[in-house]
C-alpha cells in the first residue's frame, strides 16, 4: 500500500499538475485514511541515527532542527561578527538571530506541548563558514534561508493540522523575508532571482529528506528525516 | 493496491460511502475504463478524481477553486498595479521610471513578471473555472476609488508613493495566501504550489521594503536603516504593525493591511491576529526561554500574521472603481 501512495508523496512535474488539481478534500484526505492502518510508521533507526519521528511531530521536529541550526549559526555571527560588516548589518542579523532562536524555542515548546518526542539539541558544524568573512557569513546566511523556505513549503503537504500548517505558513514568510534581504546584500536585486524562482513566478520546494542532505555537513548528529509526516 | 479495502476503510470514516457511490451509479463503470487506460502508478491519484466526484458536494466550506479565484483576484490587482510602471505605458511610466535607479528598476520589472506569470500559472490551473480579467478599467492605484484625492495621488508619477503602494500589495498578499492555505489543504499539488507563490510575495514585500529605505535611487541593500515608527524606512520583515504601514500612520488607509482580521471560526484552529501578536499557538513568546534579552521587537517579527477573506477583500477594494463589483 504504501508503495502505491507514493505519487502522492513525490515531486510533481509542472506539467502534470494540471491534471489532478481539481482532486479535492474527502479524496486525498480519505485515500490517505483508508491506508493508515497498513501504513503503519517505523520507528526503528540504524544505530546513531536520530529519527525526526513521524507524522505532524515529525514535520516539528524536522523544522525544529533547521531552526536549530539556523538560530546556532546567527549567534555566531553576532557573537564574533565580520569585520568587513556594512553599517547597519550586525543590527540586522541580531535580529535575525532573535527571530531564528524564537522559532526553535517556539518549535520545542509546541512539540513538548504536542505530547511528542522531543528531537535532542543538536551539534552543528560550521568549519566551512569564515565568521570573519562578511562574503562567507552572507553566502552561508543565504543558503540557510533558501533552504529553510523551500524545506517549509515542501512540508505543507506532510501537515495533517489547519493550526500547524498556519503556523508553518507564519514562519516561512519571516524565512522568506529574511532570504531576499540576504540576497540583496550579496547582489542587489537578487532577491527573487531566476534559480530560485522559476518561469511560472513560483518558489522552491524540497522534500524533507532532501533538505536533511543538504543541512547534514552542518550537523554533527546524523539525521533520518525518511518518516516525517508520515 | 485493494479498491475493496479502501472502501472498506472509508466506510469506518463515513459510513455512507456506499450510498454515495450508489448515488453515481456510473462511477463503477468509470472504475473499469480508467483501468485500462492508466499505469498502475497512476491509479491512486485516479481514484482520488473519482472520489473527489463523489464528495464534490459536500459542504466543506470554501472550495479549492474558490480560494484559487481569490488568488487569482489579487494578482490580477498587483498585476495591474506594476504594469503601470512597464516601459512604454506611457508618459507617467517614463516619468516613474525615471526615478528609479537601473538595478532597482530591474527589481519592480521582475516583480511585474513574477506577478504576470501569478496570473498566467492561477489561470491555467483554474481553466474554464477562473475569473474573467477584470481590465485595467477597474482599478485606481491612487485609492481615490476613480475620483481624484486619492492617499495616493501621486502613485504613478513618484517613486517613492510607488513603492509605498507596491509594499502594501505584497504584504496583503503574504497575509492573504498564508489564510488560504488551510483551506487548500484538501489539495496537496495544489497547497504546494500556493506556498510557493506565496514565499514569492514575501521575498517581493521584503525587496521592496528594502528598497523604500535605502531610496529609489540607491541599490544598496546595507544602506539606509530603518528608521522609527517604519512607515516611510521600514525593516525588511513587518514589525509590530509598521505602525499602520506605508499609509503613513496607525489610522492610515493601509493600517488594515497589518492590524486583526475577522476571526469568524472557520477554518477552526486559525485565528488572524493582528502583525503585532506575540502569542502563537497558545505559547506566550516572550516567555520562551532562552530569549531573555531579545528586543521586544523581535517576538512579533518572528512571525508573520495570516488574514481571512473578507478582510482581504476590503483592503484590495480601496483600489477598485466606485460601482465595480470585482472582489466585492
Known amino acids: ?230 | 493496491m485493494n479498491f475493496f479495502q479502501i472502501i472498506s476503510e472509508i466506510e469506518k470514516v463515513d459510513p455512507e460511502v456506499y450510498d454515495r457511490l450508489d448515488s453515481r451509479r456510473s462511477i463503477f463503470k468509470h472504475m473499469t475504463g480508467l483501468g485500462q487506460k492508466l499505469s498502475a502508478a497512476a491509479v491512486p491519484l485516479a481514484l482520488g478524481s473519482i472520489f473527489n466526484k463523489v464528495y464534490a458536494q459536500t459542504p466543506v466550506g470554501a472550495s479549492v477553486n474558490d480560494v484559487l479565484n481569490f488568488a487569482l483576484s489579487l494578482e490580477y490587482l498587483e498585476s495591474y498595479f506594476y504594469q503601470r510602471s512597464a516601459a512604454g505605458s506611457g508618459a507617467s511610466a517614463v516619468t516613474l521610471r525615471g526615478g528609479f535607479s537601473g538595478t532597482n528598476l530591474a527589481a519592480i520589472d521582475l516583480i511585474r513578471t513574477d506577478e504576470a506569470n501569478h496570473v498566467t500559472f492561477l489561470r491555467s490551473v483554474l481553466g474554464t473555472a477562473a475569473i474573467a480579467d477584470p481590465g485595467a478599467a477597474t482599478f485606481d492605484f491612487t485609492g481615490g476609488k476613480g475620483a481624484a484625492g486619492g492617499p495616493f495621488a501621486d502613485v504613478l508619477t513618484n517613486p517613492l508613493t510607488y513603492l509605498a503602494v507596491a509594499q502594501s500589495l505584497e504584504d496583503t498578499g503574504v497575509r492573504a495566501y498564508k489564510g488560504g492555505a488551510a483551506l487548500l489543504m484538501s489539495n496537496k499539488t495544489v497547497l504546494t504550489a500556493a506556498l510557493n507563490i506565496h514565499s514569492v510575495e514575501a521575498r517581493h514585500a521584503s525587496r521592496l521594503r528594502t528598497m523604500r529605505r535605502a531610496g529609489p535611487m540607491n541599490n544598496a541593500a546595507s544602506q539606509g536603516l530603518p528608521v522609527s515608527p517604519y512607515n516611510a524606512a521600514p525593516k525588511s520583515w513587518i514589525s509590530g504593525t509598521d505602525n499602520g504601514g506605508a499609509g503613513g500612520s496607525p489610522t492610515g488607509p493601509t493600517a488594515p493591511i497589518y492590524g486583526a482580521g475577522n476571526n469568524t471560526g472557520a477554518p477552526t484552529g486559525v485565528t488572524f491576529d493582528a502583525e503585532s501578536n506575540t502569542t502563537q499557538g497558545g505559547a506566550v513568546l516572550t516567555g520562551l526561554p532562552n530569549t531573555t534579552g531579545f528586543p521586544a521587537s523581535a517576538f512579533s517579527e518572528a512571525f508573520d500574521e495570516a488574514l481571512d477573506v473578507t478582510t482581504v477583500k476590503t483592503i484590495a477594494r480601496t483600489f477598485v472603481v466606485n460601482g465595480n463589483n470585482f472582489l466585492a
Open chain 1, 1 to 230: 500500500m504504501s508503495d502505491t501512495l507514493q505519487p502522492l508523496h513525490t515531486p510533481i512535474k509542472r506539467r502534470s499538475f494540471f491534471q489532478y488539481a481539481g482532486a479535492t478534500a474527502g479524496a486525498t484526505a480519505l485515500v490517505l485514511a483508508g491506508c493508515s492502518k497498513d501504513n503503519d510508521p517505523t520507528t526503528t533507526t540504524t544505530a546513531g541515527t536520530v529519527s525526526l519521528g513521524t507524522g505532524d511531530v515529525g514535520v516539528l521536529n524536522y523544522a525544529y532542527a533547521l531552526e536549530q541550526l539556523e538560530a546556532a549559526f546567527y549567534a555566531q555571527v553576532v557573537k564574533t561578527p565580520a569585520a568587513d560588516f556594512l553599517t547597519g548589518e550586525l543590527a540586522y542579523f541580531t535580529q535575525i538571530a532573535a527571530h531564528e532562536a524564537i522559532h526553535r524555542d517556539f518549535l520545542k515548546a509546541a512539540i513538548t506541548s504536542a505530547g511528542g518526542s522531543l528531537l535532542p539539541t543538536l551539534t552543528p558544524i560550521f568549519t566551512t563558514i569564515n565568521f570573519s568573512s562578511r562574503a562567507s557569513v552572507l553566502n552561508a546566511a543565504k543558503t540557510f534561508e533558501d533552504l529553510g523556505v523551500a524545506a517549509y513549503n515542501g512540508a505543507g503537504i506532510l501537515l495533517k493540522s489547519q493550526a500547524y500548517l498556519t503556523i508553518a505558513g507564519q514562519i516561512v514568510s519571516v524565512e522568506a523575508r529574511h532570504a531576499a534581504y540576504v540576497r540583496d546584500l550579496l547582489a542587489p536585486g537578487s532577491f527573487a532571482d531566476d534559480n530560485q524562482v522559476d518561469a511560472t513566478g513560483l518558489d522552491k520546494q524540497l522534500t524533507p529528506t532532501d533538505v536533511i542532505a543538504a543541512a547534514q555537513p552542518f550537523i554533527t548528529e546524523k539525521l533520518d528525516a525518511s518518516t516525517v509526516g508520515k
